[in-house]
């Protein structure tokens, strides 16, 4: 169970239901059922993806990464693109009963994510497909919306797939040891810029308080990873994708609604499992 939990990254699936909530709430809330739904769905093509991108690794991983699973021998690769393969399908049938658009979406984030598996070692501009995904889910959720996919939740999609392309940089270069640009660290700050955008004087909002909270959470994370006198670029990473709940907090704006304790309870579970679940 261990191994498929690891396989998984599962300790970063509830930002995949917090992407969710967010789309569906900016885009007029509506039926819960439906956004259980696709909740499940999207976290199936998540899992999917995570196993996929360990069975595309493969080789990669034996000869640099032999403590993963199936280097390790704790999994055969054929288990591994059976588990992937498989709940792939799942998600697909889940979300694409849900009406036309959820299936053409999904149809979208499958493509991106075999896709992104396929060349991201390769390419250099891969974090943007990761960024895409994300940007995906987020509109799945708002999809089963009331108001379908509305203006606010789509810029607040592409300010999340900004901030992934950030944290996915950071976490490439933790993973080949290149030279790093800083330059891309920028795209974090976009979630920011739009709250600054949509709430007038954010800093004296009731919003203000996710928003200096978030600044200070993600500078931690870039000192741990960055410029610390031991620099542990892995830990920030995982910190960083730890935030995306408070990401999505921010683009919601309503820090006096109850649904708030959400968000802020998804991203403490976060930071738990990933005690015992590494986040990479």
């Given at each position: 169970?261990?191994?498929?939990?690891?396989?998984?990254?599962?300790?970063?699936?509830?930002?995949?239901?917090?992407?969710c909530?967010?789309?569906?709430?900016?885009?007029?809330?509506g039926?819960?059922?439906?956004?259980?739904w696709?909740?499940?769905g999207?976290?199936?093509?998540?899992?999917?993806g995570?196993?996929?991108?360990?069975?595309?690794?493969?080789?990669?991983?034996?000869q640099?990464?032999?403590?993963r699973?199936?280097?390790s021998?704790?999994i055969?690769?054929?288990?591994?693109?059976?588990?992937?393969?498989?709940?792939?399908?799942l998600?697909?049938?889940?979300?694409?009963?849900?009406?036309?658009?959820?299936?053409?979406?999904t149809?979208?984030l499958?493509?991106?994510i075999?896709?992104?598996?396929?060349i991201?070692?390769?390419?250099?501009?891969a974090?943007v497909?990761?960024?895409?995904?994300?940007?995906l889910?987020?509109?799945?959720?708002?999809?089963?919306?009331?108001?379908g996919?509305?203006?606010?939740?789509i810029?607040?999609?592409?300010?999340?797939?900004?901030?992934?392309?950030?944290v996915?940089?950071?976490?490439?270069?933790?993973?080949?040891?290149l030279?790093m640009?800083?330059?891309?660290?920028?795209?974090?700050?976009?979630?920011f810029?739009?709250?600054?955008?949509?709430?007038?004087?954010?800093?004296?909002?009731?919003?203000?308080v996710?928003?200096v909270?978030l600044?200070?959470?993600?500078?931690?994370?870039?000192?741990?990873?960055?410029?610390?006198?031991?620099?542990?670029?892995?830990?920030g990473?995982?910190?960083?994708?730890?935030?995306?709940?408070?990401?999505?907090?921010?683009?919601?704006?309503?820090?006096t609604?109850p649904?708030?304790?959400?968000?802020?309870a998804?991203?403490l579970?976060?930071?738990?499992?990933?005690q015992?679940?590494p986040?990479?």
């Amino acid at each position: 169970m261990r191994t498929l939990l690891i396989l998984g990254r599962v300790s970063s699936l509830p930002t995949i239901w917090s992407n969710c909530l967010a789309g569906w709430w900016l885009s007029g809330g509506g039926n819960w059922l439906s956004l259980v739904w696709v909740t499940f769905g999207c976290s199936l093509l998540y899992v999917a993806g995570m196993f996929l991108n360990d069975a595309f690794d493969a080789q990669y991983d034996r000869q640099r990464r032999v403590t993963r699973p199936i280097p390790s021998g704790a999994i055969t690769e054929r288990e591994v693109w059976s588990w992937g393969l498989g709940l792939l399908v799942l998600g697909i049938i889940c979300l694409a009963v849900m009406g036309l658009v959820p299936a053409i979406l999904t149809l979208f984030l499958v493509g991106t994510i075999l896709v992104y598996e396929a060349i991201h070692k390769a390419v250099a501009l891969a974090p943007v497909l990761m960024a895409f995904c994300r940007c995906l889910v987020y509109l799945i959720g708002a999809s089963v919306a009331a108001r379908g996919i509305a203006g606010l939740a789509i810029w607040s999609s592409l300010a999340l797939g900004a901030y992934v392309v950030g944290v996915s940089y950071l976490a490439r270069k933790a993973d080949t040891q290149l030279s790093m640009e800083y330059w891309p660290l920028l795209f974090l700050a976009a979630p920011f810029f739009l709250a600054w955008l949509v709430n007038e004087k954010v800093i004296f909002h009731p919003v203000g308080v996710i928003f200096v909270g978030l600044i200070v959470w993600v500078l931690l994370a870039l000192r741990l990873a960055l410029w610390s006198t031991v620099r542990n670029i892995g830990y920030g990473v995982s910190m960083l994708l730890a935030g995306i709940p408070l990401v999505d907090c921010l683009a919601v704006g309503e820090p006096t609604h109850p649904i708030s304790w959400l968000f802020v309870a998804w991203f403490l579970l976060v930071l738990v499992l990933q005690q015992r679940i590494p986040a990479t």
